[in-house]
C-alpha cells in the first residue's frame, strides 16, 4: 500500500511484531502488477495486503498470465467494498491462500474482518465485512441513535481502545465526528464512521454505503450501492461505480463499468438492471471505461469520473425526415439539453425520466394541438416511433383542445374541480389542518434576511393563486384574488437558546406551524417564518393550504426562490419573467372544457368501470372507523425480500395495474 495509507503501518508493524521480513518495493513495482508478481515470487513473500480495487486488477492479470506465487499463503484486503470477481475466485482456489476481507477507516483502523471460507467458487460477490475485532465495538445506530434491529440498515458507530483522540486542530470536527460512546460505562467515545450497514443474523456486517452517497432523485431515496451490486453481477462487469450527476429535475444517475473479457453495451447493461431493480433505480447514462480512476491509497477517485456524453454519435445519428419528426426532435433536444436528438435515440436512454416525460408530452400536446397521454412516450420512446402516434391522432382528426388565456378578473372567478372537492372538505370539517402543506428548509451560511424576504414577496406578486380566498358567491364557492399589498416576513431569533433548547424550539415551531389551520376565506393561504439559530444559521419554515399548492409546486417554489433570492443579494432585479396564464385561468379553462358532452361521456365511463363497487372501503383492520374521522395515525415500513417484490411487480404489469392496487387487493 501507498505510504499515504494507513495500511501501511498495518503491513510494516505485523511483520516485524511477528519476527518477519518485510519486502519494501518501489512506487514503480507498486504500479506494474507483473513486475510485482515477480517480486513476490523471488522473495518468497508469504503475505499480501491490497486495496480491494488493485487487488481486482492484480488477479485478473495474474488469472490470464498464470502467475501464482508459489509462497504466497494469505492475502488481505481492505480500503474500498470488496467484490469477488471471477478471475479472483480461480486465482484465490490456485494459490490455496485464504482471503480476508478488512474494514476499518483511518481514524480506527481495523474494526472487523471476515475470512472468507470453503470453495472460492461459492464466495458471494459482495461478501460481509464480517464481525468485531477482539478489543472493538460495532454499534448500529438509527437516525435517533438507537440500536438497528438485526436485518435494518443503520450508521455504523464505532467503540474500543482503537478510536482515535480526534483531528489535529480541527476541534470542530473532531466534536463532530468523535461522540460520547453511551454504551461505554467509563466515558469512551465513538467514532461517527458515516457508512450504511446493517447486522446479519450471524452476527456479521454487511456494508450497503455511505450514508452521503444516497441520493434523493426524483423523489426517490436511492442507494446507488445497490445499483453497483446489482451491475456487478453481470457476467462481464469487473468493476462498476454509479454516481449522481446535476440537479433538480436534471439530476441523474450515471454508472462507470469496466468489463473484462467482451465489450458490453449500453443496452445489455440497461436490460440487465431492469429485470432487477425498479426503473428509477436504472441509470440514465452508462459509460464504459478501461480503468476507474484510482487515488494514490488505490480507491476509486470518484471526482475523476468523467462526466458522461449524453450526445449521439456521427455515426449513430439519424437526422430527421419529416415536419413532425423534426418538431419532436426540437423538443426532446430542449428538454434533455442536448445539441440535436437522432430519431432512432431512446428518449430514456438520452438520460429523460418520467418528469422529463411530463414536459415532453406537455410541449407536444402544444405544438401539434393533439391530446397525447404520457404513457405513449413510454410505448413509443424514440422521435420516430411517436411522430406515427402524432401523425395518428391528427389524422384522425381528434378533437383538438382550446388553448389557456387569461380570463376577465371583475366576473366571480370559478374553482377548478380539485379545488372544488379541498374547498367542499374544508366546509364539512372546518379548522382542519389535514390538508396543510408544510416545509422546513435549513439555511446555513450568512443569509440576507432582506433579499429573502423581498423574494418571497416577489413569489406571492407572482402567483395570483398564493393570494386567493375562497368564498361563497351567489350559492357557489368562487376564487378571490386579492391584490399584492407587500410581504412580510416574521423573524424569531432562538440564538440565545442552548443548543439542546434550540433543536427543540425549531422542532415545537416547525410542529405549530404544521398543525396551525388556515381560513380559506380570510387568508392568507400561504405564510413564512424565519428562525434564527445564529449568524450563519437558519430555517425558513413555509406553510401553505393545499387547494393553493401540490408537491410539484413546493420544487417551483423552491428553484424561483433560489433565482431570486440570488438576483435580489446581488442588487439586481427579478430575472423571472412574468407568467403568461395564472391558476384562475386554467380553472376556468378546464370548467369550460370539461362540460356537455365531453363531461358526460367521462363520466359515463367512469360509471361503466366501477360499477357495483362498493360505497365504502372496508379494510381488515383492527379497530372500528369513529363517528368522526380523527386523522390520527402512523404508517410501518416493511422490507420485501428481492424475489418478492420482482413477483409483485410482474403480476402488476401483467393486470395493468400499479403495485399499489396489487397490494391493496392482497390486503383487502
Known sequence: ASISFDVSFHEM?????????????????????????????????????????????LAELADARGLFPSSLREVQTAGEALRVTEPMRRWIAALDAPLFNHYGPSETHVVTALGLKGEPGAWPVLPSIGGPIANTQCHVLDAAGNPSPIGVPGELFLGGVMVARGYLNRPARTAEKFLPDPFSANGARMYRTGDRVRWLPNGEIEFLGRVDEQVKIRGFRIEPGEVEAVLATHPHVHEAV????????????????????????????????????????????????????????????????PVPDYEVSDERYVAPRTPAEEVLAGIWAEVLKLDRVGVEESFFELGGHSLLAIRVVSRVRDAFAVELPLRALFEAPTVAELAQRVDALRTAGVAVLPAITPVDRTAPLPLSFAQERLWFLDRLQPGSAFYNIPAAWRLSGVTDVSALERSLGEIVRRHEVLRTVFREVDGAAAQVVAPFAGFTLPVEDLSALADADRQGAVRRRSAEETARPFDLSAGPLFRATLLRLGDEEHVLLIGMHHIVSDGWSLGVL???????????RQGAGSPLADLPVQYADYAAWQRHVLRGEVLDRQLGWWSERLAGAPALLELPTDRPRPPVQTYRGASESIRFPAELLDGLQAVARGEGATVFMVLLGAFQ
Open 558 to 568: 423552491l428553484r424561483e426562490l433560489s433565482a431570486l433570492y440570488d438576483a435580489f
Open 13 to 57: 508493524f505485523s511483520c516485524w511484531n511477528e519476527g518477519g521480513r518485510l519486502v519494501l518495493i518501489g512506487e514503480e513495482e507498486r504500479y506494474d502488477q507483473a513486475g510485482l508478481l515477480e517480486v513476490m515470487e523471488r522473495e518468497g513473500v508469504e503475505r499480501l495486503f491490497m486495496p480491494a480495487v488493485a487487488l481486482q486488477q
Open 242 to 305: 454509479v454516481v449522481a450527476r446535476g440537479e433538480g429535475t436534471a439530476r441523474r444517475l450515471v454508472a462507470y463499468v469496466v468489463a473484462h473479457g467482451a465489450r458490453v453495451g449500453t443496452a445489455e447493461l440497461r436490460a440487465h438492471l431492469k429485470g432487477r431493480l425498479p426503473d428509477y433505480m436504472v441509470p440514465s447514462a452508462f459509460v464504459v471505461m478501461d480503468a476507474l480512476p484510482l487515488t494514490p491509497s488505490g480507491k476509486v477517485a470518484r471526482r475523476a469520473l
